[in-house]
């Protein structure tokens, strides 16, 4: 049996309880080990299974600041979402696409990070987003590696190594595969800045004292193509009391990019500029990180693997190379840099300019001293961390790490990301219980709680399940706050225990209708209710005392991305009674894109160019294209009356007793 990563968060065996018949239910995957799967001879359940699993966790966390806009989530349907690691400890340095590094702790939903593709013949980095992002208590391992680097992370954590993925717990003896450990950031110091103005201004600086006919002429000028040097060094010079005029030194062609210059040019200024760029005598170590980062912003590039430094400067050239081999890098004039000592190289002296730092296309490869010295269990339980990834992976500590996706989490399941997603779907029985229990925990916080943040969970399984009911009974009995997304109508059942909640604690409520159009509905969205039942799912909740807001999402471009198509729309939520609209454009997370890919060649083959052209950078349109579809459901909003704020709705009291809260401390 293959090692997969629903097991640490599956129930033994003789934990699953059956409830009823399961006829003719397919195999087990074999990565859910204790699971009872069932199918249903019912018309609504026809073709699909369900793997019913005792869970040992329900509320996850979402730690720091989120776009998504919340910091815990329960989802009782959520396909794989708990068969993730929660991987590494949270100070695990993550690299991040501008080449610096973060910790695993603080990243966000949107950071671009670099990840890793395969090719027919290799597997090369790429710059991948930050889609979700967890955490869990887990027993944790130290894994030492050749070069001094430690990482911190589950046993079942799978590492990329010469072998394959392999999880930590079995890592020993093997070697790993990434980029190396990085170099600790150079400080911001008087010695670093002016470092960094020598290397740039002797680099590609014009500065002078020039005697002409007319008179004498002080004269300072540096001219980039890239803000992020100009802005850094303009920056130096003024803390250094040298006050610089920014100006356009040439246009845009359709050769090169436009050239932006700072000048100064009284005499006291070039006299300051020229003292700040003197070869000292007794260069620093932080001195030398600065023009080392300095001459790569001004004559550096790096392509192929390679980092070159042209300039016919020989002192430049002298001096770079006496600083490289100070800091332990092998090198000669002309020489080829390994990606391992590029990525140091990045790190250790920081050069400004991000596209310059770029990894993006290069071959992963073992990088010296990435062997596994020792995997040491540490006897403790701690919090641990996960992303997911548009690729899948992540370099973590310089090594490659795995990851987990949403809809491409069923693949860890023996199964696949496009039907599979659809027709198996896995439950976690004990959902109502887990909740309870966490909320009674002594550590748990009162803090609010989104559902319906991956998978519906009033989606059709919750109608013969009944997960929900004991979910929302526990959150009522603790008053805790939370809200539901979701594009199930079947949330109008559990309408008195919402009024109930809503009682004694905060509750949100969103509905996700993206559009109209009967026929787009049935080919896009069959498994859903129509939008026009969702709609008067909307009044009916609104007529309770909710205000209710609806996620117009998705809006499909070349199809429901069109002004009549968004007025009629906004229209009908506005009529719905809901308070609010927010559009959410199509976004094509992998696993997600194949399918979605397959459907639209299938159904409108003549949107494919369209498709390619809008999400041939990732998974999100173009932020101008965003911008664009705001703005026209912003103004149909207005025609329609859903730019005023709404007054506040009082729900009314609940026809019975609500239960009180008793915590045994």
């Given amino acids: 049996m293959k090692d997969m990563r629903w097991d640490n968060l599956s129930a033994p065996p003789d934990e699953v309880v059956p409830d009823g018949p399961a006829p003719a239910a397919p195999p087990l995957p074999l990565a859910l080990p204790g699971a009872v799967a069932r199918t249903f001879d019912t018309p609504g359940f026809r073709g699909m299974t369900f793997y019913e699993v005792r869970a040992k966790s329900i509320i996850n966390r979402v730690p720091g600041t989120s776009r998504v806009g919340f910091d815990w989530t329960i989802n009782p349907y959520r396909g794989c979402s708990h068969a993730c690691s929660y991987c590494l400890a949270g100070d695990t340095p993550i690299l991040m696409a501008n080449g610096h590094t973060k910790p695993l702790a603080d990243l966000v939903v949107g950071d671009e990070i670099y990840g890793t593709v395969r090719g027919r013949t290799d597997r090369r980095y790429a710059v991948t987003t930050v889609f979700d992002h967890w955490s869990t208590t887990k027993p944790a391992y130290r894994i030492t590696l050749g070069d001094g680097t430690q990482l911190v992370a589950s046993g079942d954590h799978r590492f990329l190594s010469e072998r394959g993925w392999r999880q930590a717990k079995r890592l020993a003896g093997g070697r790993l595969v990434g980029t190396g450990g990085a170099a600790e950031a150079p400080k911001d110091s008087p010695e670093y800045r002016r470092g960094y103005l020598c290397g740039i201004i002797r680099g590609d600086g014009k500065l002078g004292t020039f005697t002409y006919s007319y008179g004498t002429v002080h004269r300072f000028r540096l001219a980039l193509a890239d803000l992020e040097a100009l802005d850094r060094s303009r920056a130096y010079l003024a803390g250094f009391g040298v006050a610089t005029t920014a100006f356009e030194f040439s246009v845009a062609t359709t050769a090169r990019r436009v050239i ?147 809809r491409n989490t069923h693949t860890y399941l023996d199964l696949d990301a496009g039907q599979d997603f659809d027709s198996k779907v896995v439950v976690k029985v004990n959902a109502g219980e887990l909740v309870r229990r966490e909320l009674a925990a002594p550590k748990w916080r009162g803090e609010h709680i989104a559902m319906g943040t991956n998978v519906d ?63 787009t509905w049935r080919s896009v969205e069959r498994g859903t209710p129509s939008p026009r039942r ?26 429901t991305d069109t002004e009549e198509s968004i007025d009629a729309t906004v229209a009908a939520i506005a009529a719905a009674g809901a308070a609010s609209v927010t559009p959410i454009p199509l ?27 809008l999400y041939q950078r990732g998974s999100y349109l173009p932020k101008e294209y965003q911008r664009e579809l705001t703005a026209r459901v912003r103004m149909a909003a207005r025609r329609h009356g859903l730019h005023k704020p709404s007054e506040p709705r009082q729900v009314a009291a609940p026809s019975q007793p609500v239960i009180e809260q008793l915590t045994l401390l």
């Fill in 457 to 519: 969970c009033y989606q059709r399984a919750e109608g013969r399940y009944q997960l929900m009911p004991r979910i929302l009974a526990a959150l009522r009995d603790f008053a805790n706050p939370f809200s539901i997304l979701t594009k199930g109508t079947l949330i109008l059942r559990d309408l008195e225990l919402l009024r109930q909640a809503a009682s004694v604690t905060e509750v949100g409520l969103a509905m996700s209708v993206g559009f109209l159009d009967e026929a």
């Fill in 587 to 613: 976004h094509l997370r992998p696993g997600a894109r194949e399918w979605y890919a397959g459907w639209l060649t299938r159904e409108h083959p003549a949107l494919a160019p369209l498709y390619r052209k």
């Fill in 260 to 406: 932006r210059a700072l000048r100064a040019t009284s005499r006291a200024d070039v006299t300051a500029i020229t003292d700040l760029i003197a070869w000292p005598e007794w260069p620093t170590d932080e001195w030398r990180k600065g023009f080392l980062a300095g001459v790569f912003d001004a004559v550096g590039s790096c392509s192929g693997g390679i980092l070159r430094l042209r300039t016919a400067d020989g002192q430049i050239l002298r001096r770079a190379t006496s600083a490289l081999a100070r800091f332990g890098f092998d090198v000669e004039l002309g020489a080829q840099m390994r990606l391992t000592d590029m990525v140091r190289f990045f790190h250790l002296v920081d050069p400004a300019i991000t596209r310059k730092r770029s990894i993006a296309g290069l071959p992963v490869t073992t990088a010296p001293g990435l062997d596994v010295v020792s995997v040491e269990p540490l006897g403790i339980e701690m919090p641990l961390y996960d992303i997911t990834t548009g690729t899948g992976d992540f370099v973590a500590a310089g090594v490659v790490s795995h990851n987990c996706f949403a």
């Fill in 534 to 559: 969702r709609l008067d799912a909307v009044r009916t909740l609104t007529d309770a005392g909710f205000r209710v807001s609806v996620l117009m999402a998705p809006i499909l471009p070349g199809l």
